[in-house]
C-alpha cells in the first residue's frame, strides 16, 4: 500500500451535484464561503476529508464547475491522485464537463471514476442509457475509458458505498510519490487564524515536512519557519507527498503570500523566466501563432506567457510542438511538470504540454533548437544533467546549481553527476563539473594558441598564462583552468616557465639582426646600472627600429634577463639581484631603509630608488611600515633580524 497520502478531485459542469456528492460521502460541507452557501454555486475550491474502509484518510478538492472560474478549477486540479468526473444524469455532458476532462488530461491526472450523479431524477431507463453512451463517447481514448461508471443519488444515498470501495480499489493502483525529494509545496489557500497565524495549505506534491522546519517561499525568496503541520485538521509530526496539507508559519505576514507561490526546499528551485516544453493544442480550438500571449496554469499559479514557436509559424488544432514559453512573471517549475494554457479573452482553454527544461537559453529559432528541445524531452536524468552543466559553458555547475534546475533529490543529482564524471562524459575539478567535450575543445584551442604564437613570434618564449586562459578558456572557473594545465604539462603536451605556456621543446630563435639587437638592449640597460635608460632612449642610442627593439626587450623579459620593476623602469635581473642584496643587507644593519636612504647607497634618483623598493614590496622581500622599509616576515627571519627602527 502506498504510504504516502492521497488527494481526490472533483470535476464536471455547473450543477452536477460535486459539493453535494462531497457532502455525502464525508459529512463535510465543501462551500466554505457564504456567499457559496447563499448562492448555491461553488466558486472557489473547497476541502474535505474522507475515511476508507482500508483505514486511508484522503483528501477531496472540490473545484468550481462554472465557465468563468475554471481559473479555480485549476489551482485544485493539480497534484490529484484521482478524480471523480461527475456528470448529472438528467442533463448529460455539457461544455464545461469537456473542458474539466480536457484539463485532467493535460495534468495527467493518472486514475478516476465516472460518476452519475442525481439518478433518483431519471426515472427514465432509455435517456439514462443515452447519458451512458454519451459519457462513453466523451471518456473514449482518454485516462477514464476503462474507468468504473457508477450511478449515484446524493439525495438517496443509492450507491454511494459502492463508490467508496471502488475508490478504495482504486487508490491501491496509484503509484508513490517522490517522499525523499525536495519539498514542494504550491499553496493554494492562505489564511489567518487566531492565536496561530498565517496558515497556507496545499497538496504536498513532494518531499516531506516536519514541525521546525525552514522552507523557502517562491517566488519572493523568504524563510519561513513551519511552527505545525496539520493534516485533515489534525496536528501531525509528518506530512509526505500526496498529503493535503495546513502549515502554519512564522517568520512572515500574510499578506506576503498569496496563492499560486510555492512552499520548497531551500536552494532546490529558482523561479522560470523561460521555460523549454511540448505543446499540443485541442481539436476545434483556434490556431496559435508565433509569439502568441497565452495563460499558463501550472500547480496553483497563473502566469501570462509569449509562445515562442521553434519550427512552425502557427500551432493547428491537434498538433503539438516544442516550444519555448517567455513567461511575463517568474514560475516554479521542474521538468516533467504539467501545466495548460487559456487565452484570456473569450476565455478558452486551447491545450497543454510538458515542461522540458527550466531557465535555459533563449533559443532561436530553427529545426536545431526544436529539435534539441524535442531531444531533451526524452532525454533520461544524465542526458538532463549532462545538458544542463553544458549550458553552464566553462563556468561549470555545483550540485547546488543543478538543483533548481532538476527539481530532484540533491542525493539522486549528485549519483547521477558522479556517474557521468566516472564515464568521462563529465570533468570534475573539486565540487565543479564541467562539460567533458566542452573542456576537451578548450584544451585543443589552448594548445592551437600555443603553436600559433611560435609560429608567429619565435623569438617569444610563449604565450602568457593569464591571456592563454582569456583567450582559449574564456569565462572559465580558475580552477578548472589550473586542472587543465596541470594535466597538459604532465603529459608533456605545454610547459609553463616563468608565467609563459610554450610547447616542451620550443626554443626561441632569432634572426642575426634581432640576435644583434637583443644583446645591444641588454648592455645599454646594464651598463644604465641603478639608472637604467628607457627603452625610447635605447632605441635612440641603438638607431633600430622601434618595434625590434620592443620586441627583443620583451624577449629578454620573458627570459628572465630583464625584469619591469615598474612602467617604463626595465632593469637587467643581475642588477636586481645586487639591489635586493643591498637592501637585505642595509636592514639587516640598521633596521631599515627609506627611498632616500637607498638612493644614496645607490647613487640613483628618488624615482628609480622608489620604482625598486616598491618592486621590492610586492616581492614581500620588504614590507612598509610609515616612510620607512623592514623585511618582510620570512626575509626578517632569514636575516636574523627584528623590526626595530633605524
Given at each position: 500500500?502506498?504510504?504516502?497520502?492521497?488527494?481526490?478531485?472533483?470535476?464536471?459542469?455547473?450543477?452536477?451535484?460535486?459539493?453535494?456528492?462531497?457532502?455525502?460521502?464525508?459529512?463535510?460541507?465543501?462551500?466554505?464561503?457564504?456567499?457559496?452557501?447563499?448562492?448555491?454555486?461553488?466558486?472557489?475550491?473547497?476541502?474535505?476529508?474522507?475515511?476508507?474502509?482500508?483505514?486511508?484518510?484522503?483528501?477531496?478538492?472540490?473545484?468550481?464547475?462554472?465557465?468563468?472560474?475554471?481559473?479555480n478549477?485549476l489551482?485544485?486540479?493539480?497534484?490529484?491522485d484521482?478524480?471523480?468526473?461527475?456528470?448529472?444524469?438528467?442533463?448529460?455532458?455539457?461544455?464545461?464537463?469537456?473542458e474539466?476532462?480536457?484539463?485532467?488530461?493535460?495534468?495527467r491526472?493518472?486514475?478516476g471514476?465516472?460518476?452519475l450523479?442525481?439518478?433518483?431524477?431519471?426515472?427514465?431507463?432509455?435517456?439514462?442509457?443515452?447519458?451512458e453512451?454519451?459519457?462513453?463517447?466523451?471518456?473514449?481514448?482518454?485516462?477514464?475509458?476503462?474507468?468504473?461508471?457508477?450511478?449515484?443519488?446524493?439525495?438517496?444515498?443509492?450507491?454511494l458505498?459502492r463508490?467508496?470501495?471502488?475508490?478504495?480499489?482504486?487508490?491501491?493502483?496509484?503509484?508513490?510519490?517522490?517522499?525523499?525529494?525536495?519539498?514542494?509545496?504550491?499553496?493554494?489557500?492562505?489564511?489567518?487564524?487566531?492565536?496561530?497565524g498565517?496558515?497556507?495549505?496545499?497538496?504536498?506534491?513532494?518531499?516531506?515536512?516536519r514541525?521546525?522546519?525552514?522552507?523557502?517561499?517562491?517566488?519572493?525568496?523568504?524563510?519561513?519557519?513551519?511552527?505545525?503541520?496539520?493534516?485533515?485538521?489534525?496536528p501531525?509530526?509528518?506530512?509526505?507527498a500526496?498529503?493535503?496539507?495546513?502549515?502554519?508559519?512564522?517568520?512572515?505576514?500574510?499578506?506576503?503570500?498569496?496563492?499560486?507561490?510555492?512552499?520548497?526546499?531551500?536552494?532546490?528551485?529558482?523561479?522560470?523566466?523561460?521555460?523549454?516544453?511540448?505543446?499540443?493544442?485541442l481539436?476545434?480550438?483556434?490556431?496559435?501563432?508565433?509569439?502568441?500571449?497565452?495563460r499558463?496554469?501550472?500547480?496553483?499559479?497563473e502566469?501570462?506567457?509569449?509562445?515562442?514557436l521553434?519550427?512552425?509559424?502557427?500551432?493547428?488544432?491537434?498538433?503539438?510542438?516544442?516550444?519555448?514559453?517567455?513567461?511575463?512573471?517568474?514560475?516554479?517549475?521542474?521538468?516533467?511538470?504539467?501545466?495548460?494554457?487559456r487565452?484570456?479573452?473569450?476565455?478558452?482553454?486551447?491545450?497543454?504540454?510538458?515542461?522540458?527544461?527550466?531557465?535555459p537559453p533563449?533559443?532561436?529559432?530553427?529545426?536545431?533548437?526544436?529539435?534539441?528541445?524535442?531531444?531533451?524531452?526524452q532525454?533520461?536524468?544524465?542526458?538532463v544533467?549532462r545538458g544542463?552543466?553544458?549550458?553552464?559553458?566553462?563556468?561549470?555547475?555545483?550540485?547546488?546549481?543543478?538543483?533548481?534546475?532538476?527539481?530532484?533529490?540533491?542525493?539522486?543529482?549528485a549519483?547521477?553527476?558522479?556517474?557521468?564524471?566516472?564515464?568521462?562524459?563529465?570533468?570534475?575539478?573539486?565540487?565543479?563539473?564541467f562539460?567533458?567535450?566542452l573542456?576537451?575543445?578548450?584544451?585543443?584551442?589552448?594548445?592551437?594558441?600555443?603553436?600559433?604564437?611560435?609560429?608567429?613570434?619565435?623569438?617569444?618564449?610563449?604565450?602568457?598564462?593569464?591571456?592563454?586562459?582569456?583567450?582559449a578558456?574564456?569565462?572559465?572557473?580558475?580552477?578548472?583552468?589550473?586542472?587543465?594545465?596541470?594535466?597538459?604539462?604532465?603529459?608533456?603536451?605545454?610547459?609553463?616557465?616563468?608565467?609563459?605556456?610554450?610547447?616542451?621543446?620550443?626554443?626561441?630563435?632569432?634572426?642575426?639582426?634581432?640576435?644583434?639587437?637583443?644583446?645591444?638592449?641588454?648592455?645599454?640597460?646594464?651598463?644604465?646600472?641603478?639608472?637604467?635608460?628607457?627603452?625610447?632612449?635605447?632605441?635612440?642610442?641603438?638607431?633600430?627600429?622601434?618595434?625590434?627593439v620592443?620586441?627583443?626587450?620583451?624577449?629578454?623579459?620573458?627570459?628572465?634577463e630583464?625584469?619591469?620593476?615598474?612602467?617604463?623602469?626595465?632593469?637587467?635581473?643581475?642588477v636586481?639581484?645586487?639591489v635586493?642584496?643591498q637592501?637585505?643587507?642595509?636592514?639587516?644593519?640598521?633596521?631599515?631603509?627609506?627611498?632616500?636612504?637607498l638612493?644614496?647607497?645607490?647613487?640613483t634618483?628618488?624615482?628609480?630608488?622608489?620604482?625598486?623598493?616598491e618592486?621590492?614590496d610586492?616581492?614581500?622581500?620588504?614590507?612598509?611600515?610609515g616612510?620607512?622599509?623592514?623585511?618582510?616576515g620570512?626575509?626578517?627571519?632569514?636575516?636574523?633580524?627584528?623590526?626595530?627602527?633605524?
Amino acid at each position: 500500500m502506498n504510504p504516502s497520502g492521497f488527494v481526490i478531485g472533483t470535476a464536471g459542469h455547473i450543477d452536477h451535484g460535486k459539493s453535494t456528492l462531497v457532502k455525502a460521502l464525508t459529512g463535510i460541507d465543501p462551500d466554505r464561503l457564504e456567499e457559496e452557501r447563499r448562492r448555491g454555486m461553488t466558486i472557489d475550491l473547497g476541502f474535505a476529508h474522507l475515511d476508507l474502509p482500508s483505514g486511508r484518510r484522503v483528501g477531496i478538492v472540490d473545484v468550481p464547475g462554472h465557465e468563468r472560474l475554471v481559473r479555480n478549477m485549476l489551482a485544485g486540479a493539480g497534484g490529484l491522485d484521482a478524480v471523480l468526473l461527475v456528470v448529472a444524469a438528467d442533463e448529460g455532458v455539457m461544455p464545461q464537463t469537456r473542458e474539466h476532462l480536457d484539463i485532467l488530461r493535460f495534468l495527467r491526472v493518472p486514475r478516476g471514476i465516472v460518476v452519475l450523479t442525481k439518478v433518483d431524477l431519471v426515472p427514465d431507463a432509455e435517456w439514462l442509457a443515452a447519458v451512458e453512451a454519451e459519457v462513453a463517447e466523451l471518456v473514449r481514448g482518454t485516462f477514464l475509458e476503462t474507468a468504473p461508471r457508477l450511478h449515484v443519488s446524493a439525495r438517496t444515498g443509492e450507491g454511494l458505498d459502492r463508490l467508496v470501495m471502488a475508490l478504495d480499489r482504486l487508490l491501491d493502483e496509484v503509484p508513490q510519490r517522490p517522499v525523499d525529494g525536495p519539498v514542494r509545496l504550491p499553496v493554494d489557500r492562505v489564511f489567518t487564524m487566531p492565536g496561530f497565524g498565517t496558515v497556507v495549505t496545499g497538496t504536498l506534491w513532494s518531499g516531506r515536512v516536519r514541525p521546525g522546519d525552514v522552507l523557502e517561499v517562491l517566488p519572493g525568496g523568504e524563510r519561513v519557519r513551519v511552527r505545525q503541520v496539520q493534516r485533515h485538521g489534525a496536528p501531525v509530526e509528518v506530512a509526505v507527498a500526496g498529503s493535503r496539507t495546513a502549515l502554519n508559519l512564522s517568520g512572515i505576514e500574510r499578506e506576503r503570500l498569496e496563492r499560486g507561490v510555492v512552499l520548497a526546499t531551500p536552494g532546490t528551485f529558482t523561479p522560470a523566466t523561460l521555460v523549454d516544453a511540448r505543446l499540443r493544442l485541442l481539436p476545434g480550438v483556434p490556431p496559435l501563432g508565433h509569439l502568441a500571449r497565452i495563460r499558463v496554469y501550472l500547480g496553483t499559479a497563473e502566469v501570462l506567457a509569449r509562445v515562442a514557436l521553434l519550427d512552425r509559424d502557427q500551432l493547428r488544432p491537434g498538433e503539438e510542438a516544442p516550444v519555448q514559453l517567455r513567461l511575463e512573471g517568474p514560475l516554479v517549475a521542474a521538468r516533467g511538470d504539467a501545466f495548460v494554457v487559456r487565452r484570456s479573452s473569450p476565455p478558452l482553454t486551447l491545450g497543454g504540454g510538458e515542461v522540458v527544461t527550466v531557465n535555459p537559453p533563449k533559443r532561436r529559432r530553427g529545426p536545431a533548437a526544436a529539435a534539441e528541445v524535442a531531444a531533451l524531452a526524452q532525454a533520461d536524468l544524465g542526458e538532463v544533467v549532462r545538458g544542463v552543466v553544458a549550458a553552464s559553458g566553462l563556468a561549470g555547475a555545483t550540485v547546488e546549481d543543478l538543483l533548481p534546475r532538476l527539481g530532484e533529490a540533491r542525493e539522486r543529482v549528485a549519483e547521477e553527476a558522479a556517474r557521468l564524471a566516472g564515464l568521462g562524459s563529465l570533468l570534475q575539478v573539486r565540487e565543479r563539473y564541467f562539460d567533458a567535450a566542452l573542456v576537451a575543445a578548450a584544451e585543443e584551442r589552448l594548445l592551437a594558441l600555443v603553436a600559433a604564437t611560435h609560429a608567429a613570434a619565435p623569438w617569444r618564449l610563449g604565450l602568457p598564462r593569464e591571456e592563454a586562459r582569456a583567450r582559449a578558456f574564456a569565462g572559465a572557473d580558475d580552477r578548472l583552468f589550473g586542472a587543465v594545465l596541470e594535466r597538459l604539462v604532465a603529459a608533456g603536451r605545454l610547459a609553463l616557465t616563468r608565467g609563459f605556456l610554450h610547447e616542451p621543446q620550443h626554443v626561441p630563435r632569432y634572426t642575426p639582426e634581432e640576435a644583434a639587437v637583443r644583446q645591444a638592449v641588454l648592455e645599454r640597460l646594464r651598463a644604465g646600472r641603478y639608472a637604467p635608460p628607457t627603452l625610447e632612449e635605447v632605441r635612440s642610442a641603438l638607431g633600430a627600429p622601434a618595434d625590434l627593439v620592443d620586441r627583443m626587450a620583451q624577449s629578454l623579459i620573458e627570459a628572465g634577463e630583464l625584469v619591469e620593476v615598474a612602467p617604463g623602469v626595465i632593469v637587467p635581473s643581475d642588477v636586481l639581484a645586487d639591489v635586493r642584496r643591498q637592501v637585505v643587507e642595509h636592514i639587516a644593519a640598521a633596521g631599515s631603509i627609506t627611498v632616500a636612504e637607498l638612493r644614496d647607497r645607490l647613487g640613483t634618483s628618488r624615482k628609480y630608488a622608489l620604482a625598486l623598493l616598491e618592486y621590492l614590496d610586492a616581492a614581500r622581500v620588504t614590507r612598509r611600515t610609515g616612510d620607512r622599509r623592514v623585511l618582510a616576515g620570512h626575509q626578517a627571519r632569514t636575516a636574523g633580524v627584528g623590526e626595530r627602527r633605524g
